[in-house]
């Protein structure tokens, strides 16, 4: 009983990144339709910049606000320079321009930081709290809590703000939008700022657990991904609960089956939901204008 | 008498492949020819996937894998010849292929790269961990072709490097035929329709699921068969050939040198093969300089690098 809730617990830490991860693939797919495959590095952007300024002497929030705000400007600038003067170009050549993006900001990072792996201390100490018979990081609870409040910020974001409903109707129908006066570059703009900021946030919370090189963001991309197939693309309620859900399958997989295939349950996630059900956990049907 | 285009292409690539030895200053330069020709023979199987058909598979380099590990487990495990493991490998990606392909590609848009993504890592991951099998990450050795030996009792003495730049251009120019049939044929013109608009293909009564199941088949075949070249050529191979930087770097290719013409993606599998021999000195910007060039040539040159040049020889006159 204590092993499996050892599990769910280490499930729902995960879990909760890969939320955070979807949840920004959400934001710029419903913008843009552009599935960001760089999204993986802001979150590794966020880890890897919070070590660094903390290094140079800068206290720990401090560094963490910097990361989150530069990220967020790798975040327009890729909006600004990579995906606006692609605007109306195939979805093939979309995929490899964020995926090229990826690659330069790993090259980047590489040159400007370096290819070690670092980790800084946790936001409130190390000493496991017990659970049931299990045990929980501090860190794991700063993770869980942050992937919940940045989803009722979103909620509310969207629900109540008029930015917040400019991208929804950006995202319903872009011609429309502008049509009453929505600007919709600036959306485009923001979205990917919002983005990286929640990616980098993921980062800056999750480094003490998981520590962070140039080199995570391939995975980490690739898993909000399945996390926001899963829970149905698009759908920011989505990306939580299959965040959720894929941290809980790769957990209980790594402690019932095998540990070596751990990380073969998000790509198993992505076959199967292709197969049996394309619109996700919660995605509409939706059928295409000619 | 006036050439086709496609003769045209055949002609330009086989006078490059058999004259440009008079110019190696050295062995090393078959090598680095037949690289170039092993990739060349999987960016043509993208160009019928990408350039022909409009669609994207970020896991191509996971048939490479099942055809590189074919040469080198049929013959150890099963006693076949490596030559005919090629065609082992061809038939396994093929039909694997086909299981993928065949509910996604009902779907539109990134489903297809998405998937072939996931199935692409699974398959390197497999090869990774099933040390029983596949001796893990270290790689495995793989047993030789025998066709230089042959060719040696015939009376032809080649070097090593001479035989596979020779043997690989060949296929390349296979290849090369192939995908320029395919341009034309009856399966080809659907997959071009089908690239312009799905729903106008579909409107004239063509299956277009069908179609791109056909397109993505053919080029997981051609994945492999390289994937089986270089392992043989190389003697040895690891888990890495099935890796996604591998699947990353077949579709660089074929979109920097341009994924609609074959004779364009195969030139663009040649700057890629060699930007990294002529920048060891730089090895730390390769991933740097590998992405700018993805997003700069997808934002400046859409249509790729070769066939921009042309236009712009051709006085920039429209095709």
């Given at each position: 009983?204590?092993?499996?809730m050892?599990?769910?617990?280490?499930g729902?830490?995960v879990?909760a990144?890969?939320?955070?991860?979807?949840?920004?693939?959400?934001?710029?797919?419903?913008?843009?339709?552009?599935?960001n495959?760089?999204q993986?590095e802001?979150?590794?952007?966020?880890?890897?910049?919070t070590?660094?300024?903390?290094q140079a002497g800068?206290?720990?929030?401090l560094?963490?606000l910097?990361a989150i705000?530069?990220?967020?400007l790798?975040g327009?600038?890729l909006n600004?320079l990579?995906i606006?003067?692609?605007?109306?170009?195939?979805?093939?050549?979309?995929?490899?321009?964020t995926?090229?993006?990826?690659?330069?900001?790993r090259?980047?990072?590489q040159?400007?930081?370096?290819?070690q792996?670092?980790?800084?201390?946790a936001?409130?100490?190390?000493d496991?709290?017990?659970?049931?018979?299990?045990?929980i990081?501090?860190?794991?609870?700063?993770v869980i809590?942050?992937?919940?409040?940045?989803?009722i910020?979103?909620w509310?974001?969207?629900?109540?703000?008029?930015?917040g409903k400019?991208?929804?109707?950006?995202?319903?129908n872009?011609?429309?939008?502008?049509?009453?006066?929505?600007?919709?570059?600036?959306?485009?703009?923001?979205?990917?700022?919002?983005?990286?900021?929640?990616g980098?946030?993921a980062?800056?919370?999750?480094?003490?657990?998981?520590l962070?090189?140039?080199?995570?963001g391939i995975?980490?991309?690739?898993?909000g991904?399945?996390?926001?197939?899963?829970?149905g693309?698009?759908?920011?309620?989505?990306?939580?609960f299959g965040?959720?859900?894929?941290?809980?399958?790769?957990?209980?997989?790594a402690?019932?089956?095998?540990s070596q295939?751990?990380?073969a349950?998000?790509f198993?996630?992505?076959?199967?939901?292709?197969?049996?059900?394309?619109?996700?956990?919660?995605?509409?049907k939706?059928?295409?204008r000619v | 008498?006036k050439?086709?285009s496609?003769q045209?292409?055949l002609?330009i690539?086989t006078?490059?492949?058999a004259?440009?030895?008079?110019?190696?200053?050295?062995?090393?330069?078959?090598?680095?020819?037949?690289?170039?020709f092993?990739?060349?023979?999987?960016?043509?199987?993208?160009?019928i996937l990408?350039g022909?058909?409009?669609?994207i598979?970020?896991?191509?380099a996971?048939?490479?894998?099942?055809?590189?590990?074919?040469?080198?487990?049929?013959?150890?495990?099963?006693?076949i010849h490596?030559?005919?493991?090629?065609?082992l490998?061809?038939?396994?990606?093929?039909?694997?292929?086909?299981l993928?392909?065949?509910?996604?590609?009902r779907?539109?848009?990134?489903?297809?790269?998405?998937?072939?993504l996931g199935?692409?890592?699974?398959?390197?991951?497999?090869?990774?961990?099933e040390?029983?099998?596949?001796k893990?990450p270290?790689?495995?050795?793989?047993?030789?072709l025998?066709?230089?030996?042959?060719l040696k009792?015939m009376?032809?003495?080649?070097?090593?490097?001479?035989?596979w730049?020779?043997?690989?251009g060949i296929?390349?120019?296979?290849?090369a035929?192939?995908?320029l049939?395919?341009?034309?044929?009856?399966t080809?013109r659907?997959l071009?329709?089908?690239?312009?608009s799905?729903?106008?293909?579909?409107?004239?009564g063509i299956?277009?699921?069908?179609?791109?199941l056909?397109?993505?088949?053919?080029?997981?075949?051609?994945?492999?068969v390289?994937?089986?070249?270089?392992?043989?050529q190389?003697?040895?191979?690891?888990?890495?050939?099935?890796?996604?930087?591998?699947?990353?770097?077949?579709v660089?290719m074929?979109?920097?040198?341009g994924?609609?013409?074959?004779?364009?993606?195969?030139?663009?599998?040649?700057?890629?093969t060699?930007?990294?021999?002529?920048?060891?000195v730089?090895a730390?910007?390769?991933?740097?300089?590998l992405?700018?060039?993805?997003i700069?040539?997808?934002?400046f040159m859409?249509?790729?690098?070769?066939p921009?040049i042309?236009?712009?020889?051709?006085?920039?006159?429209?095709?």
């Amino acid at each position: 009983m204590s092993e499996l809730m050892q599990f769910l617990l280490s499930g729902v830490t995960v879990g909760a990144v890969y939320a955070l991860v979807a949840l920004g693939f959400t934001i710029i797919y419903n913008a843009s339709d552009v599935v960001n495959f760089a999204q993986g590095e802001f979150v590794m952007l966020g880890g890897m910049i919070t070590f660094f300024a903390h290094q140079a002497g800068l206290p720990l929030p401090l560094a963490a606000l910097i990361a989150i705000a530069v990220t967020s400007l790798v975040g327009i600038a890729l909006n600004k320079l990579a995906i606006e003067p692609a605007r109306g170009a195939p979805v093939v050549s979309l995929i490899i321009i964020t995926i090229g993006a990826s690659i330069l900001i790993r090259g980047v990072t590489q040159l400007v930081f370096d290819k070690q792996i670092h980790s800084y201390p946790a936001f409130s100490g190390d000493d496991p709290i017990h659970v049931l018979g299990a045990t929980i990081l501090p860190q794991s609870l700063w993770v869980i809590a942050g992937a919940l409040l940045v989803f009722i910020a979103l909620w509310i974001f969207f629900s109540k703000t008029l930015m917040g409903k400019a991208i929804l109707a950006t995202s319903n129908n872009r011609i429309a939008a502008q049509l009453v006066g929505i600007n919709t570059n600036l959306v485009m703009t923001f979205s990917f700022a919002l983005s990286a900021a929640i990616g980098a946030l993921a980062g800056v919370l999750v480094t003490p657990i998981t520590l962070v090189s140039y080199d995570v963001g391939i995975a980490l991309a690739l898993k909000g991904f399945a996390a926001a197939m899963l829970g149905g693309m698009g759908n920011p309620k989505g990306a939580l609960f299959g965040g959720l859900i894929l941290g809980l399958l790769e957990a209980l997989t790594a402690g019932y089956l095998s540990s070596q295939y751990k990380d073969a349950t998000a790509f198993i996630v992505i076959l199967a939901v292709l197969f049996f059900m394309p619109q996700g956990l919660f995605g509409k049907k939706s059928t295409e204008r000619v | 008498m006036k050439l086709s285009s496609k003769q045209i292409t055949l002609l330009i690539l086989t006078v490059l492949i058999a004259l440009s030895p008079f110019f190696f200053p050295s062995g090393y330069y078959y090598r680095i020819g037949a690289l170039i020709f092993v990739n060349g023979i999987a960016v043509t199987g993208i160009v019928i996937l990408t350039g022909y058909a409009g669609q994207i598979s970020l896991g191509h380099a996971g048939f490479a894998g099942i055809g590189g590990y074919a040469c080198a487990l049929a013959p150890v495990h099963w006693g076949i010849h490596p030559g005919l493991a090629i065609f082992l490998g061809a038939a396994i990606s093929a039909l694997l292929a086909y299981l993928v392909g065949r509910p996604i590609l009902r779907l539109k848009g990134y489903y297809l790269g998405v998937a072939s993504l996931g199935m692409g890592i699974l398959i390197s991951m497999v090869l990774t961990n099933e040390r029983w099998l596949t001796k893990g990450p270290d790689g495995i050795e793989v047993p030789e072709l025998g066709l230089r030996a042959l060719l040696k009792d015939m009376g032809l003495n080649l070097t090593n490097g001479e035989f596979w730049y020779a043997f690989s251009g060949i296929c390349l120019i296979i290849a090369a035929w192939l995908a320029l049939n395919l341009y034309t044929s009856p399966t080809g013109r659907a997959l071009r329709a089908l690239h312009g608009s799905e729903i106008a293909a579909r409107t004239v009564g063509i299956d277009v699921a069908r179609a791109k199941l056909q397109a993505f088949v053919i080029s997981a075949v051609f994945a492999s068969v390289s994937g089986s070249l270089l392992a043989l050529q190389n003697k040895f191979v690891s888990p890495d050939i099935a890796g996604y930087m591998h699947s990353i770097e077949m579709v660089t290719m074929a979109v920097l040198g341009g994924a609609g013409s074959v004779l364009g993606a195969i030139f663009g599998a040649g700057i890629l093969t060699l930007l990294p021999q002529a920048l060891t000195v730089f090895a730390e910007y390769e991933q740097l300089m590998l992405g700018l060039v993805m997003i700069l040539v997808m934002i400046f040159m859409p249509q790729g690098l070769l066939p921009s040049i042309l236009r712009k020889f051709r006085g920039g006159k429209r095709e």
